[in-house]
Every structure is written in structure tokens, then in C-alpha cells.
């Protein structure tokens, strides 16, 4: 699932560091109960058979929607497409989820705890730097553009360790968007609306847990 720096949403007005901070509490509490309505998806769809695709389309369409909604000045239409959002993400992912749950519990608990520590390590470092990350976002994106389509060229040609370089390869990207994100919202937040910030650092998050399911579990995401 891509993030918003991917799509090119989220971005307006510079928020001075005094309302970047103040943002926080708000960006991290929508991000928890973001994790908690995923987890409820999961849980809800996990003797689901049908297709995740379906849900994955509806998914892009909560994030254009939330996107026009935030343009528009509409927070709690917002609010309710970023929880719509995750419960679709989590509906997308419950069959694998349930899979290693039932073969292989262990790489269930080690990709979340892993998450949350891969997530804290980069995100302290991104809020806690007086560094600008921004210029870093480009050369990040050029890098999920070939990382990505080397995922696709894996589809339909083998190459050994494949599963094992492209999670490691997109850990790489995606801690340099997490990094970004907790730096923007640290020191020069570009969102009005702690929404789309929110948004963009639950993609990351559930992108990350994605990645380490993968590669715990020996690509069964993949498949």
C-alpha cells in the first residue's frame, strides 16, 4: 500500500513548530485508534474468502476521499475515512494474517513487536533531528519506484533470496518515510489538519508490519 508522500497527497500550508507539536498528541491518538480499527478488520475478516483486491480498491478510494475531504475543510469526514481506510486495510490482510496465526503464531508477535520497534527507532530519530529530512524524499520515492517494480519482476522470475532482498530493500525505504514523517511534523509540518499526517504515518506502519510478516514468514504476503 503506498504512502502519501507516494500518492502526492496531504501537502499545504507550513505549520510553525509550536502547532506541529501540538499536532502530535492529535496525529498519535488518530494513529492508535487507526492500528485498533485495522486489528478489528483483521479479526472481523479472518474466515473471509473474498478477494483482499476488492478491499485494497476500496481502501484507495477512503484515501482519495479523505485527501478532498481535508481540502475541503471537513476534519470529522476525514476522520471517519482514515478509520474506513485501516478496517478495509485489515479486511485486505486477515487471511494471511489468520494464516500465521493458526501455522505460525510466533512470526505474528515478532512482526509486531518488531514494527513498534522499527517505527519507534525512526520516528524518535525523524522528531528528534533539527536536520530538514525533506530533501530526502525524492531520491526515497526514485528508490520504492525500482524496489517495486524488482517485487514485480520476482512475480514471474525466479530469483534466489528475492523475498529476502526486496523486504529488506523496502524496510530501507520505508524507514526513510518514517523518518520523514515524524520530522515534518517535529519541525516543519506541511498539514493543516493532523488527518493526513495521521494517514501517512499508518500507511507506514501497517507498510512495515507488511514487510516483516514477509520476511519472518518466507513471503507468504507475497504470494
Same mark, same amino acid.
Given at each position: 500500500m503506498p504512502t502519501y508522500e507516494q500518492m502526492g497527497f496531504g501537502q499545504g500550508a507550513a505549520l510553525t513548530g509550536d502547532r506541529a507539536r501540538a499536532v502530535?498528541?492529535?496525529? $498519535?491518538? %488518530?494513529? /492508535?485508534? /487507526? %492500528?485498533?480499527? /485495522?486489528?478489528?478488520?483483521?479479526y472481523v475478516g479472518r474466515n473471509e474468502q473474498t478477494n483482499g483486491f476488492i478491499f485494497l480498491i476500496a481502501a484507495f478510494a477512503c484515501m482519495f476521499g479523505l485527501n478532498a475531504a481535508t481540502a475541503r475543510g471537513r476534519e470529522q469526514l476525514a476522520i471517519g475515512l482514515l478509520f474506513g481506510l485501516a478496517l478495509l486495510l485489515g479486511l485486505a490482510i486477515a487471511p494471511?494474517?489468520?494464516?500465521?496465526a493458526h501455522t505460525q503464531p510466533g512470526v505474528v508477535y515478532q512482526a509486531a513487536g518488531s514494527t513498534a520497534l522499527f517505527v519507534g527507532a525512526l520516528g524518535s530519530f525523524g522528531y528528534a533531528t533539527r536536520r530538514d529530512l525533506s530533501r530526502y524524499i525524492k531520491p526515497f520515492l526514485i528508490a520504492f519506484g525500482i524496489v517495486f517494480v524488482f517485487g514485480l519482476i520476482?512475480?514471474?522470475?525466479?530469483?534466489?533470496?528475492?523475498?529476502?532482498?526486496?523486504?529488506? %530493500? $523496502? %524496510?530501507?525505504?520505508?524507514?526513510?518515510?518514517t523518518a520523514f514523517d515524524f520530522n515534518r511534523l517535529a519541525n516543519n509540518g506541511r498539514y493543516q489538519s493532523p488527518v493526513p499526517i495521521a494517514a501517512s504515518i499508518f500507511l507506514d506502519i501497517f507498510n512495515v508490519f507488511l514487510l516483516l510478516l514477509s520476511l519472518f514468514g518466507g513471503g507468504t504476503t507475497r504470494r
Open positions: 502530535f498528541g492529535q496525529v $498519535m491518538g %488518530l494513529v /492508535a485508534f /487507526a %492500528l485498533g480499527f /485495522a486489528a478489528l478488520g483483521a494471511i494474517v489468520n494464516y500465521y520476482t512475480l514471474f522470475v525466479v530469483i534466489p533470496g528475492s523475498n529476502i532482498i526486496y523486504c529488506v %530493500l $523496502m %524496510l530501507v525505504v520505508f524507514g526513510g518515510f
